[in-house]
């Protein structure tokens, strides 16, 4: 699904159409020879179904984007292969910032991190190998939800089922080094249990699932669940942060539901813009000004807030290199605890 965001141009203001269009031609040719940057549309992949939590903040700020880099941003899904896909689409294409993806950090930190034999994946490069950060975007608290008709009626209910021989326990998997992933399987590891994963393009898509009753819980982020938690069509076991969500009040925190070991964690989700990492510096810089400025934005904070989410800070692309780099450490401690982490991550 691909939706475009349009910048504002002084072009566009020009009386005749005539004109209009040899300006525009020539300015074009001229920003080509020049190497100016963008000389046309932008495109993001997300690697994800759309309405997921990382395509709206995506949309939200592409729109404020295209008006700072004066051409359309343009939003592409992609999903499949816990984000490689898409991944593999930027590589494989010119270095020139016009094509990016919008990935969260399990495709780009736990991931390649993660023993094969969990991830039942090849294990993937780093990284850091290939791209760059341009920017960082949105950030959001996560929480495990069942189906409100069928699923465990509180966290210490779906405790009991995971430890107990004769229920046969599920959780989606939507991406395997994804924290609302990988919070699942450090449940089950607490609990001393057992649960099938059950995979998926995204949790939306589980939600009939839950609905129906064909799948016990799962890790997600609150921006689509809340309105079917509020009409009783799914429940909210606990949120995955110090305080309730102001929009879930009546979820209990990790701590409220009996379960504070989580709370050692910081189980917040992020995701950030991605492009080749031999990108032109003056290209990364001018993105990274244009995201900044697009989540700086009212009417961009307010579609995030609405959607559960928030800004990442306003890091310059070197400020969000560094974070990034030093996010396996954050990292190491959970993936060693439910068994995924790679024998050559152990330090």
């Given at each position: 699904?691909?939706?475009?965001?349009?910048?504002?141009?002084?072009?566009?203001?020009?009386?005749?159409?005539?004109?209009?269009?040899?300006?525009?031609?020539?300015?074009?040719?001229?920003?080509?020879?020049?190497?100016?940057?963008?000389?046309?549309?932008?495109?993001?992949?997300?690697?994800?179904?759309?309405?997921?939590?990382?395509?709206?903040?995506?949309?939200?700020?592409?729109?404020?984007?295209?008006?700072?880099?004066?051409?359309?941003?343009?939003?592409?899904?992609?999903?499949?292969?816990?984000?490689?896909?898409?991944?593999?689409?930027?590589?494989?294409?010119?270095?020139?910032?016009?094509?990016?993806?919008?990935?969260?950090?399990?495709?780009?930190?736990?991931?390649?991190?993660?023993?094969?034999?969990?991830?039942?994946?090849?294990?993937?490069?780093?990284?850091?190998?290939?791209?760059?950060?341009?920017?960082?975007?949105?950030?959001?608290?996560?929480?495990?939800?069942?189906?409100?008709?069928?699923?465990?009626?509180?966290?210490?209910?779906?405790?009991?089922?995971?430890?107990?021989?004769?229920?046969?326990?599920?959780?989606?998997?939507?991406?395997?080094?994804?924290?609302?992933?990988?919070?699942?399987?450090?449940?089950?590891?607490?609990?001393?249990?057992?649960?099938?994963?059950?995979?998926?393009?995204?949790?939306?898509?589980?939600?009939?699932?839950?609905?129906?009753?064909?799948?016990?819980?799962?890790?997600?982020?609150?921006t689509a669940s809340i309105p079917l938690i509020k009409q009783g069509r799914?429940?909210?076991?606990?949120?995955?942060?110090?305080?309730?969500?102001?929009?879930?009040?009546?979820?209990?925190?990790?701590?409220?539901?009996?379960?504070?070991?989580?709370?050692?964690?910081?189980?917040?989700?992020?995701?950030?813009?991605?492009?080749?990492?031999?990108?032109?510096?003056?290209?990364?810089?001018?993105?990274?000004?244009?995201?900044?400025?697009?989540?700086?934005?009212?009417?961009?904070?307010?579609?995030?807030?609405?959607?559960?989410?928030?800004?990442?800070?306003?890091?310059?692309?070197?400020?969000?290199?560094?974070?990034?780099?030093?996010?396996?450490?954050?990292?190491?401690?959970?993936?060693?605890?439910?068994?995924?982490?790679?024998?050559?991550?152990?330090?």
């Amino acid at each position: 699904m691909n939706h475009i965001f349009q910048g504002h141009t002084v072009r566009g203001l020009l009386a005749g159409l005539a004109a209009g269009l040899f300006t525009v031609a020539a300015g074009l040719g001229n920003a080509v020879a020049q190497g100016n940057f963008p000389t046309r549309a932008v495109h993001i992949l997300v690697p994800f179904v759309a309405g997921g939590a990382t395509d709206l903040a995506a949309r939200a700020m592409a729109e404020g984007m295209a008006p700072h880099l004066g051409v359309p941003v343009v939003i592409e899904n992609k999903p499949g292969a816990n984000g490689m896909i898409a991944n593999n689409a930027v590589k494989q294409a010119d270095a020139d910032g016009h094509l990016m993806v919008y990935v969260g950090l399990g495709t780009m930190v736990t991931l390649p991190m993660m023993d094969p034999a969990f991830s039942k994946m090849e294990r993937i490069p780093p990284p850091q190998n290939d791209f760059r950060i341009v920017a960082l975007g949105a950030t959001y608290d996560i929480l495990f939800l069942t189906g409100a008709l069928h699923g465990p009626k509180s966290l210490k209910e779906l405790m009991e089922k995971l430890r107990s021989p004769t229920e046969h326990v599920t959780h989606t998997t939507i991406s395997v080094g994804a924290p609302t992933d990988l919070a699942c399987y450090y449940l089950v590891a607490l609990a001393k249990g057992k649960a099938t994963p059950v995979p998926y393009k995204g949790t939306v898509a589980a939600y009939p699932d839950f609905i129906g009753g064909l799948l016990t819980f799962a890790g997600d982020t609150p921006t689509a669940s809340i309105p079917l938690i509020k009409q009783g069509r799914l429940r909210g076991l606990a949120v995955m942060s110090k305080q309730r969500f102001k929009d879930l009040p009546d979820v209990p925190t990790l701590a409220e539901a009996g379960v504070p070991e989580m709370e050692n964690v910081e189980w917040s989700n992020w995701a950030a813009l991605y492009a080749r990492k031999q990108t032109a510096q003056a290209a990364i810089d001018k993105l990274n000004d244009s995201v900044r400025r697009s989540l700086a934005t009212p009417s961009v904070i307010e579609k995030l807030d609405r959607n559960g989410q928030r800004p990442h800070g306003l890091l310059t692309a070197k400020e969000a290199q560094d974070y990034w780099e030093k996010q396996a450490d954050s990292w190491r401690p959970v993936l060693r605890a439910i068994g995924a982490l790679a024998t050559d991550q152990a330090r």
